[in-house]
């Protein structure tokens, strides 16, 4: 078994080993008395796991330090850390990935469907996600169209895998009106996209803050390994059963098919043979009457690349007189 009813700051000492992680997830302790939030916020916690375990908000440095140092100890080279955390006590997690080699890949921030109501302030109703991967970072694994490929678009035109790789992630919470269930979830999926972005089949994948499990239970849903800590007794009792019920793969079938890239030349040189061909065919489609944007979609899906790579060739093109002259008109 791979999850421990343990403090993370001695439990991944004794069991993790450096370099054996390759994508770490975790959702630490508020650091703001979050054992009490039912009281400040007419919270119903009737179906809520008792036993959460806070830190105290004068500690929340020195826990940060410590727990951050083993996850960069055990991550592998090229793999990758996402931190949940809200504003409260952020400075001190970025503070402590700040004395760690682990560079920032981004700041993500996700917007959930409700806030706490507050009269005197505006309301808070979101989350930082702190990504990072350890270098070095030519091995980095993150899985570009884990969920779109690079020719789908949106009704108005827009890339789809562009928007969902925006880093402003709108995902709601879920709502679980009488199930057992931890203080604090992260929604299935919020996961998701995490895991299948930045790991693939049978990685292993660590929680330092189980509580709910709901990232091992995805983890092992999507076909990865998965292990972590939960010093909560009651929360791990009750959720080392759940997981038991979870197969290995499950989740897959839930999975939307991604059709195959088109773009099969993005990122690759350019040649002159082929930058004068793509201003030879926009030309031909412009006197057929194709507007401009038509025009670099149907050379961008006819030589595999970018749309903004065509539009840049063909404004370079248009600032260049000599390139014209190059081209023969008996080509049209």
Not at 69 to 93: C, F, K, M, N, T
Not at 281 to 304: M, P
Request: glycine share 6%; proline share 4%; net charge neutral.
């Amino acid at each position: 078994m791979n999850f421990y009813n343990e403090d993370c700051i001695y439990g991944t000492k004794k069991y993790l080993k450096d370099n054996s992680v390759d994508l770490i997830i975790s959702d630490p302790p508020y650091g703001i008395n979050g054992d009490k939030l039912d009281k400040h916020y007419n919270r119903d916690e009737r179906n809520v796991l008792d036993g959460y375990v806070e830190v105290p908000e004068n500690e929340y440095p020195e826990f940060s330090m410590k727990w951050i140092q083993d996850a960069e100890r055990v991550l592998r080279p090229g793999g990758s850390i996402y931190i949940v955390s809200g504003y409260s006590q952020l400075r001190h997690i970025l503070n402590a990935l700040a004395e760690t080699k682990l560079q920032e890949k981004n700041h993500i921030i996700w917007k959930y469907n409700f806030g706490v109501y507050t009269s005197k302030k505006y309301i808070s109703s979101h989350y930082h996600i702190l990504y990072y991967v350890k270098p070095p970072c030519n091995s980095v694994t993150f899985n570009t169209n884990a969920f779109f490929a690079d020719c789908e678009k949106t009704d108005n035109g827009g890339s789809m895998n562009y928007l969902d790789r925006e880093d402003v992630w709108i995902i709601n919470r879920e709502y679980k009106p009488g199930q057992i269930k931890n203080k604090n979830e992260l929604p299935k999926s919020l996961l998701t996209k995490m895991i299948l972005y930045s790991s693939n089949p049978n990685d292993m994948i660590c929680d330092f803050f189980l509580g709910s499990f709901s990232t091992a239970k995805v983890a092992i849903g999507l076909g990865r390994h998965a292990c972590g800590f939960e010093i909560n007794k009651n929360a791990f009792d009750y959720q080392i059963k759940e997981i038991e019920k979870i197969k290995s793969g499950e989740l897959l079938a839930e999975l939307r098919k991604v059709p195959e890239n088109k773009l099969i030349n993005k990122g690759k040189p350019l040649t002159q043979e082929e930058t004068t061909q793509i201003v030879l065919e926009f030309d031909s489609l412009i006197r057929k009457g194709y507007s401009k944007k038509l025009a670099c979609d149907s050379i961008s899906n006819k030589f595999g690349r970018g749309y903004w790579s065509i539009l840049n060739i063909i404004g370079n093109n248009n600032q260049n007189k000599n390139t014209y002259e190059t081209i023969s008109l008996g080509n049209f």
